[in-house]
């Protein structure tokens, strides 16, 4: 352990033996409400030590199919470590007006979600919850549609994030996700 990992590790928690990568990754360093229920997640906590791919999602969007594309990356990497993360967002043309309800019901007859999906979110530049505005920040933009997103490695730091017409299957998607897992 290098003499500024020791120090940060005291600093953190106090004794050297504990390193900073047990600390909570400053992008997910907020709490949020899963869909339609009353449960607060903190997502460092969570999601400790996974590949993480938060989605801003959108019912009623040219790009909805990509709910199941998610759920196929899903469902072969979870095992991995990946966890895909679902907000869905009404920012956008008022693609997503239904309530928690409809949307989580939508979700999972429609698409046969299983990821993890979380209350209605803002993630607007000028109007962005704290974990779109950790996210927008430190990628550089913000969403400027639905199913814009966001890949986290499992040491916390942003990967990369992808424009809303990419698909979560695309060969760039996966080679950076698979190297993230391979980590």
Known sequence: MTMRRVLLSMLLWGR?????????????????????????VRLCEAYR???VLV????SKCAFTDQYGELE????????????????PSND??????GTEKQIKSFCRLTYGVQFPMFAKTRVKKDHADPLYRNLGEAAGRYP????HKYLIGRDGRLVDDYLSPISPLGSGMIADIERELNR
């Open 92 to 97: 956008f043309a008022n693609q997503e007006p």
């Open 16 to 40: 050297p033996g504990l390193v900073a990568a047990e600390a909570c990754s400053p992008l997910l360093d907020v709490k949020v409400r899963t869909l339609n229920e009353d449960h607060e």
């Open 72 to 87: 196929t990356l899903y469902s072969r990497y979870r095992d991995r470590g990946l966890v895909v993360l679902g907000f």
């Open 144 to 147: 400027w549609w639905n199913f």
């Open 55 to 58: 989605v801003n999602t959108a």
């Open 49 to 51: 030590d996974k590949v």
